[in-house]
């Protein structure tokens, strides 16, 4: 096991999950605002909006926890594929 492929395993699961609580966050407020109608940004957007914003934070926390469980072979998978695009640019 090396250090730097789970580091790399790690950085890509913060990534998600801090993504996928922004999402649901937001989801969350634009609900909010819009069944209290207090701002003047409310009537933009809809409820289809918060709706959707939750289901794509939902998303990202479901890939999180699969690259979560699989850290260390994700950042040798990243690392190969960085090697291999650099390997080819070099050749070129």
Known sequence: MMTSDLEIGQF????LLIIGFGA?????I??????SGDEEWCS???EVDGILAIIGG???LV???VVSTLEENI?????R????????????
């Open 58 to 60: 939902l998303f990202f």
């Open 75 to 79: 950042g040798r998978y990243a690392r």
């Open 30 to 35: 634009t609900l909010r605002c819009v069944h």
């Open 63 to 65: 890939i999180f926890s």
């Open 24 to 28: 649901q966050i937001a989801g969350a």
């Open 44 to 46: 933009a957007i809809g």
């Open 12 to 15: 890509i699961s913060s990534i």
């Open 81 to 92: 594929v960085v090697m291999m695009n650099t390997k080819m640019s070099a050749r070129r």
